[in-house]
């Protein structure tokens, strides 16, 4: 569902940012399988937390940062302003090139998109992956049912999970992170 966001939260995002963004976004990042000329998609990028750290790993590549808020949009052509591998794009499925990316990545997104969504949203990231490419998500921990339903959409769309972790996040408690290779 669409939503935008208000003028204090995008301000309490940012703040958030400031204070955690090493411990929280940066280590996200520092994960991604990324050598540097990789085609990458951030969905649901928000005010670019990962994507800031992101695509400073990604000298000779590209990050597409993607989302459904335009509010959000805007204020992460804010943070990412300055960097020249970048383009940032609206969400509407389906409008992803087939086989386009080496990884797409989701931070903290897929738990809020409802159940009937995502069975279209996944199937859509699955296939702008190039066989081989790495699809990975970290979501609260909590979110079992959500979860379930998004580890099993990966695997009917040629995901192959490959790694699982815990993570503990100030402030936001526990989140499950997995990576899976396309087939
Ligand atoms: C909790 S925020 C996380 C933002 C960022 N990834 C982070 O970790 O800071 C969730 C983001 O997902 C976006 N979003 C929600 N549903 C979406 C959809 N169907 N397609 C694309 N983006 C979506 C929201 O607009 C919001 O920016």
């Known amino acids: 569902m669409k939503y935008e966001p208000t003028r204090l939260e995008i301000f309490l995002t940012r703040l958030a940012f400031l204070l ?10 520092d994960r991604l399988p990324l050598e540097g000329g990789e085609q990458v998609l951030d969905f649901g990028c928000g005010m670019g937390t990962v994507a800031y750290y992101a695509a ?12 459904i808020s335009k509010r959000w949009l805007n204020a992460c052509c804010k943070t990412l302003r300055g ?6 794009l609206l969400w509407e499925c389906p409008q992803l090139t ?10 903290f997104v897929l738990h809020d998109i409802s159940e ?10 699955a296939r702008s992956l190039r ?3 790495v699809f990975v998500f970290r979501e609260p921990f909590n979110e079992t049912k959500k979860i379930s339903l998004i580890k099993r959409l990966a695997e009917q769309n040629r995901l192959l999970p490959k790694d699982s972790r815990i993570t503990d996040i100030p402030m936001m408690g526990n989140a499950l992170e997995c990576v899976y290779i396309k087939q």
């Open 56 to 67: 400073k790993k990604l000298p000779h590549g590209h990050l597409t940062c993607l989302d």
């Open 20 to 29: 955690y963004g090493k411990y929280v976004y940066q280590a996200f990042a």
């Open 98 to 107: 087939s086989e386009s990316f080496d990884v797409v990545y989701c931070h």
């Open 131 to 133: 066989p081989g490419g």
């Open 83 to 88: 960097y020249r591998n970048i383009s940032f």
């Open 116 to 125: 009937s969504e995502l069975e279209r949203v996944i199937p859509e990231l």
